[in-house]
């Protein structure tokens, strides 16, 4: 049977992402929804890019875009380096890119172009890399940037009582829109955890991997999931995101 794995943010942990999909062993009929922030952190950014290209070759992959992707594809556009991006991983993104020819980056340009803002499937499930402010949901959005930085969609889910049921009438309505949501750009770690958490009808899938956490895979439908081994441990010598 198909199934579907939903995987967190990477932050240029190559190594990772190569040992996580190995973990779960994806067959050609499953799909693979990535939450954004490919880049920033480790030193294997590009190389992120270059394996999820060909990630894409054989499975069904939808690539949703994150804050740090908004940096990195504005700058292989062309546009100068965000002074804030540098600080926050840009710069050894930059870096991993110094070995790559034209024609890889154009390939790579061409990658953070065409990532989507979020996607529903046909159970109305969510997949978006940070969230939406808007009740109408994310199609009636009235500020872009919220789909990549917006937090208060997940500090929502963490203050509701979780004894309220979803039709309650308290129950907020941004939530009620969708079956379930997945997320990441907020680190499971700053909760004192590296594994995925459940709020209301959330799961945040960002497991830390930018500082000392793992990337994780998580199965839609059984909810079991797979994660790399903690990524600090894969990149000696390496401080990740201002570690």
Sequence with gaps: MPRTFVIGDIH????ALSQLIERVAPEKSDTLIFLGDYVDGWSGSAAVITRLLALK?????????????????DWL???????EWLKHGGTS??????????????????????????YIDEDNNLFIHAGFSSMHGPAKEPYATNYTWDRTLWETALALNTALPPDHAFFPKRLK???????????TINYGT?????AANIWNV???????????????????????DKVIDLYPGEKGRNI
């Excluded at 240029?12 to 190594?15: E, T, Y």
């Excluded at 020819?101 to 979020?118: P, R």
């Excluded at 829109?177 to 680190?187: A, C, D, K, W």
């Design 12 to 15: 240029g942990a190559d190594k």
């Design 206 to 228: 960002d497991t830390g991997a930018a500082f000392t956490g793992k990337i994780t895979a998580i199965d839609l439908d059984s909810k079991v999931f797979f994660q790399s």
């Design 194 to 198: 590296d594994l995925p958490i459940h």
């Design 93 to 118: 993104t930059v870096q991993s890119y110094a070995a790559l020819t034209e024609n890889e980056k154009h390939l790579h340009k061409t990658f953070f172009n065409e990532l989507i803002d979020y």
């Design 57 to 73: 070759e054989s499975f069904s992959c939808f690539f949703i875009k994150g804050n740090h992707d908004v940096w990195c594809g």
């Design 177 to 187: 829109l969708f079956r379930e949501i997945f997320i990441g750009h907020t680190p």
């Design 77 to 83: 556009a062309g546009k100068n380096a965000d002074d």
